[in-house]
């Protein structure tokens, strides 16, 4: 335990001044018709949630078509949908796959009250550390420097495709062909600054082979 605050001395709050109120928005619609020889269905979405961590956010957007069409003995029908979703993220502990470093949530809750956080970033862009007198892996990363600086981010494309044909020959003897169809990439950046405990660590040749994740240094 440390020594109490003197009297008069400025004592921040930064565990409730770092996080926000989070939003989600839902937004939906759908469109179907047909006739006794075919129908359709189309329908679209988007979900946007911003999280309660500054920066981070989740964005969602999708689409799917249904359709079926009769000509004489035949039926040609098909099912796509299309999603893409995208998510920007941050660190919350220590390191990334053996890496060292901090996240957010330890940087918190190790930051002393007496030291305004939200002053994470000097005149020159680099990182406004904690404790300068002494070296960057001894000290601790500000919170707002990692997810501001920092971001890990994803984007997932997914198509999902169904298409076939039927040929109704008799009541007893028909063909049908499927043909199914599914892209799911998924690439992953994650991005680091100079002045980060993560990325000074992956300098001196820490775990590359073990980082499923593309690093962009940002000088």
């Given amino acids: 335990m440390g020594n109490k605050f003197a009297d008069g001395e400025t004592v921040y709050d930064n565990l409730r001044d770092f996080f926000k109120t989070g939003y989600t928005y839902d ?3 759908n469109v179907t018709g047909g006739n006794k020889n075919g129908n359709f ?8 949630q911003t999280g309660i961590i500054p920066t981070t956010d989740y964005d969602r957007t999708n689409f799917r ?7 004489g003995i ?4 098909g099912n796509a949908a299309f999603s893409q979703s995208k998510t920007t993220k941050t660190l919350t502990g220590t390191g990334l796959w053996g890496t060292g470093g901090n996240g957010y949530l330890e940087s918190i809750i190790a930051y002393p009250r007496n030291a305004n956080m939200k002053n994470w970033q000097n005149a020159d862009g680099s990182q406004n550390l904690l404790l300068p ?5 001894a000290n601790i990363d500000n919170p707002y420097w990692t997810v501001n600086m920092n971001p890990q981010t994803d984007k997932t ?3 999902l495709g169904t298409f076939y044909t039927n040929a109704k020959f008799t009541d007893w003897l ?12 998924q690439p992953i950046l994650q991005k680091f600054q100079r002045d980060h405990l993560l990325w000074n660590n992956i300098k001196k040749g820490c775990c590359h082979k ?10």
């Fill in 174 to 185: 028909d063909f049908t062909y499927r043909l199914g169809l599914i892209i799911i990439p």
């Fill in 74 to 77: 035949m039926t040609f029908g």
């Fill in 65 to 71: 078509l249904n359709g079926e069409q009769r000509l």
């Fill in 41 to 48: 269905y189309l329908s679209g979405g988007n979900l946007k």
């Fill in 157 to 159: 494309n997914r198509f």
């Fill in 133 to 137: 007198a002494i070296s960057l892996e």
């Fill in 210 to 219: 073990m980082l499923p994740v593309v690093y962009v240094y940002k000088p």
């Fill in 27 to 29: 937004n939906n619609f």
